[in-house]
């Protein structure tokens, strides 16, 4: 299967599982926005898990060298885990046992004690979540590994909204994603992007009346 049959292959999903909509949705920025998508809407064990296969190929498909994935408290939790299961029955790794390790939001003070859960971190580490927005996440993770003495080597997420950030009369020139690449030095790689969207109305006439909305938000507030 080409990237891009992978790519719109998980667009439709998104949509069957109700974790990408058309409407009128507030976001956390105050941003009236004619689409949503919401990773956590992923809940039950097939859904998860055809996921983490769709996180898993993205992965394969970058050729980027790595050694474990890690998954920043909360929603890279499960998706560090899942990823990993997948990436340990994909065909293109031959067998091979990626670990995992992830952060709790609190320091343990009994057992084994501190924030860190999981495999020790060392090597080239993938970070995983769902959506890069702030990018608080990215860098409470990068300073994480660092710290550990390992070496961030890319983020992994499901869909790139390709959108500034910033209020109206003064957003950023770059998107999330492009900041991130760009402060960090890191290559972001996702399953699929508001392009991916834009592939489907054009071509489905189930969702085609939403295409205008996604173009005019897209001309607003993309890059």
Known sequence: MSLGADRREFV???????????????????????????????NTGASVGKLAQFYAQALVDSKLPFDMLFGPAYKGIPLATATSVALAAHAGLQGRD?????????????????????????????????????????????????????EPCAVLIAMDRMER?????????HSAVQEVQQRYGLPVVSIASLTDILALLENNAEFAEHREAVLAYRARYGI
Do not use: W
């Open 165 to 173: 950030a910033g209020p109206d009369g003064g957003l950023s020139p």
């Open 12 to 42: 439709q999903f998104a949509l069957k599982e109700g974790v990408l909509r058309f409407g009128r949705f507030v976001t956390k920025s105050g941003r009236t926005s004619p689409y949503f998508f919401n990773a956590g809407l992923f």
């Open 98 to 150: 990626v670990p995992f390790a992830y952060n709790r939001k609190e320091a343990k003070d009994h057992g084994e004690g501190g924030v860190l859960v999981g495999a020790p971190l060392k090597g080239k580490v993938v970070i995983i979540d769902d959506v890069i927005t702030a990018g608080t996440s990215v860098r409470e993770s990068v300073d994480i590994i660092r710290a550990a003495g390992a």
